[in-house]
């Protein structure tokens, strides 16, 4: 059962809320760089998700950023850094490194496993000083590394390397415990969402190693492509979180980059799973709050 109230959040630029399993899923945009206040009555994006966690027990907050390689406090995100402190208060922290990624705080960003996301993300002229080969070697070819990666770390069966049912089932279960998804969402990672990924990560490979002219303008668009994809990539773990029928939450709070936020909406909207709130979906830019109806859990 769940109530409804009304509520201004500061800080973020997209709000909408989802029924699924028999969950409440919050899904908050941010961007990365920037805290803002708006004006009138508002509550920080940081003192809502603390008090969401503290007044339910059954509630969880899942964060993009890696617990194994990240250091807080080098985070680019203002929003993230504020709510990792304002829960350590409460007692509430994030899960010890190496450490299994089931309590209450969940890191869900896995790039870092596969490449190191900060060259990509935060160093641009890492990657715009980068010769076409350097590029190719930490930006591209991981992808198609994840398999041998996962043969190694004994995540996936080496007899049976062509099975795709084994291969995404190798990918769920990377860092990730007890996961179990429906069907059908399983059937569209394999045969859609992962595919798609494969497809342009070739297309991106062939058309690096094809051009001619590989200059600063050309390394920029591709930085923006890669930087999507990746980001697809992260997208992928979200959603094995989000449909995980193994879940023990009743309420689940996604804090992530607007860029995700949007790629999960298109998810969504392809299994015809319609927000909660009233009125649509909110995007506002950086001068206003969001101001939504929002619901919580009811005991």
């Known amino acids: 059962m769940y109530i409804e109230t009304n509520i201004a959040i500061s800080s973020i630029i997209s709000f909408s809320q989802y029924i699924i399993n028999g969950r409440l899923i919050t899904l908050i945009g941010e961007m990365h760089n920037k805290k803002f206040k708006c004006e009138g009555k508002y509550m920080s994006l940081n003192k809502y998700i603390e008090n969401r966690l503290v007044n339910n027990d059954k509630a969880a907050v899942f964060l993009e950023f890696n617990k194994d390689t990240d250091k807080i406090k080098d985070l680019g995100s203002q929003n993230l850094i504020k709510t990792v402190k304002s829960l350590k208060k409460k007692g509430i922290k994030i899960p010890r490194k190496n450490a299994l990624n089931n ?3 969940k890191s869900i960003d896995h790039r870092d496993y596969f490449f190191k996301s900060y060259n990509l993300y935060a160093d641009e002229k890492y990657f715009l000083n980068g010769d076409k ?18 043969i190694k770390n004994n995540r996936y069966d080496n007899d049976n390397n062509d099975d795709k049912d084994s291969y995404i089932k190798s990918l769920i279960n990377y860092k990730t415990h007890n996961i ?59 959603m094995i979180e989000i449909f995980n029928m193994n879940c023990n939450y009743n ?31 909110y995007k506002r830019n950086s001068n206003n709050c969001i101001e939504t109806k929002i619901f919580k859990p009811f005991f």
């Open 180 to 238: 179990s998804i429906d069907e059908n969402i399983f059937n569209y990672l394999k045969n859609f969402y992962i595919p798609k990924m494969e497809k342009e990560f070739t297309d991106i490979y062939e058309g690096v190693v094809n051009d001619i002219i590989f200059d600063k303008s050309s390394k920029y668009i591709l930085l923006h492509k890669l930087q999507v994809l990746w980001a697809n990539f992260l997208d992928f773990y979200i």
């Open 103 to 105: 309590q209450r705080i």
């Open 133 to 150: 080969t350097k590029i190719i070697d930490e930006f591209i070819l991981p992808y198609f590394y994840v398999k041998k990666k996962l």
């Open 251 to 281: 309420e689940i709070i996604i804090l992530i980059g607007d860029l995700h936020y949007t790629n999960l909406q298109k998810v969504f909207k392809h299994f015809k799973i319609e927000p909660v709130n009233i009125q649509e979906n």
